[in-house]
């Protein structure tokens, strides 16, 4: 996963981009067009929204705290993903409650290969976060594209039959409602999972 970590970005030069891109009235990705590109916008907004509301709860910030650990957290996304923009500042928030833990950011559409080895359901869901030891380079985990829950609800109302524009204003309703609490479970159940992988412990 080295050439990918050296390819990738920091979160603040990933915002940067967005904002470069929305100001010439693009988005990220080849597909470029009006509704695209007000994609993109909504989600920077609602990404610049989380960024000054979203906190962790004292729970995942302890147990995110105790960990020792070593990692790059690798995430692909891109900028007019209505899920990344919901996940990522609170990937952020979690990340930054351990110093042993870095985030980077790729692009899916620039890097197919790399999309295809982390399928969900056959589809090219993001975001999806890669955690690496970075000692021994190699994979503990996966998470992605949405918390357990909100998988749960568009897996139902797409068995209801329901057109997908629906189901994805409820999956917003429902990231608004949650405010984060359910990824920062996750994740916090995660993070003592992989810090108890044999590849982890190992390095």
Request: aromatic content about 8%.
């Amino acid at each position: 996963m080295k050439e990918y970590i050296d390819r990738s970005i920091s979160f603040d030069e990933y915002i940067a981009l967005i904002d470069s891109l929305l100001a010439e009235g693009k988005t990220t990705g080849p597909k470029q067009s009006e509704s695209m590109f007000n994609y993109g916008r909504l989600n920077r907004a609602r990404m610049g929204r989380l960024e000054k509301t979203v906190e962790l709860d004292h729970r995942t910030r302890a147990h995110m705290a105790g960990l020792d650990v070593d990692w790059v957290w690798l995430i692909i996304t891109e900028g007019w993903c209505g899920d990344a923009a919901q996940n990522i500042p609170v990937i952020e928030k979690i990340a930054e409650a351990n110093r042993g833990i870095e985030t980077r950011y790729i692009l899916r559409d620039e890097h197919p290969e790399l999309m295809d080895r982390f399928l969900t359901n056959g589809s090219r869901s993001i975001p999806k976060l890669i955690a690496i030891d970075r000692r021994s380079g190699e994979i503990i985990g996966t998470w992605g594209p949405r918390p357990q829950a909100a998988r749960d609800l568009f897996n139902e109302q797409k068995s209801r039959g329901l057109e997908k524009n629906a189901i994805l204003e409820n999956i917003q309703r429902w990231y608004l409602a949650d405010k984060g609490r359910s990824l920062q479970n996750e994740i916090a159940e995660l993070g003592e999972t992989w810090s108890r992988s044999p590849l982890a412990l190992a390095a």
